[in-house]
């Protein structure tokens, strides 16, 4: 009598790994939600997809930067959440949940811009915070952002470079400033490119958490030109 042979299916350490760690992840967040219950608002938009949340939350105002590009509205309380729960609370899922909505976008106009044959392909730098801001944060917010999107491309569309441009002089929070002309006269200086070759005749993509009044990232865009950078495009969760 023929017997048939079983065989199960052969799994690399590596991928039964990466499965515990996943299973691990959210043990842990079911865990802490228990402990600390997210809030109202948090719960909003954490129960739902990138795709649900674009289709109702509030395109950003307007603006008269041409190189920005800013997805959502700061003053919607779920925008607002969101940005909360990435800057203060170091939250992995808003970091993932701002990528992803990111992404698509970045994606379209990098690909625009290369069939113009006006952009090859770009590095990606998060906008730094001053040493002392990341030491009493413990984390850089739009460095949690990129690395997520970095995990979405696969290295596809762009190159994440994470040390390239860096903030030498702490300033206060934009926030707390008068005006547009006062915020400029913070930053200014603010920022250094420690290898200009790492960025000279390379295009470049920029992202922000949020944007008031643009003067992060111009004083950004302007260091980087300075350094030799070509084209550089600004992306930016809110506005």
Not at 18 to 29: P, Q, V
Not at 76 to 88: E, F, G, M, Q, T
Not at 130 to 150: D, Y
Not at 209 to 216: A, I, L, N
């Amino acid at each position: 009598m023929m017997s048939i042979a079983y065989h199960r299916p052969v799994y690399s350490v590596a991928i039964l790994c990466s499965i515990a760690c996943i299973m691990l992840k959210k043990i842990i967040r079911s865990i802490l939600d228990v402990i600390y219950p997210p809030r109202k608002a948090e719960r909003s938009w954490r129960n739902k997809t990138a795709e649900e949340l674009t289709a109702f939350l509030p395109a950003a105002p307007a603006h008269l930067h041409t190189n920005i590009y800013a997805l959502f509205d700061y003053k919607n309380a779920i925008v607002r959440d969101i940005i909360w729960s990435l800057k203060y609370d170091g939250s992995p899922e808003a970091a993932n949940l701002c990528a992803k909505l990111l992404y698509d976008i970045i994606v379209a106009e990098v690909a625009e811009q290369a069939l113009f044959l006006t952009m090859e392909k770009p590095l990606l730098i998060p906008i730094p915070l001053s040493r002392k801001r990341e030491q009493e944060r413990g984390f850089n917010q739009c460095v949690r952002i990129t690395n997520e999107l970095e995990k979405l491309d696969n290295n596809r569309c762009f190159a994440l470079c994470k040390n390239i441009l860096i903030k030498q002089r702490d300033t206060p929070s934009q926030t707390k400033s008068q005006n547009k002309q006062e915020r400029a006269e913070n930053l200014r200086g603010c920022f250094n490119i420690p290898n200009p070759d790492d960025v000279r005749n390379k295009d470049i993509i920029i992202v922000d958490d949020v944007m008031t009044t643009g003067s992060t990232l111009a004083e950004a865009t302007a260091t980087l030109k300075r350094a030799g950078a070509r084209k550089i495009l600004c992306f930016t969760f809110a506005h």
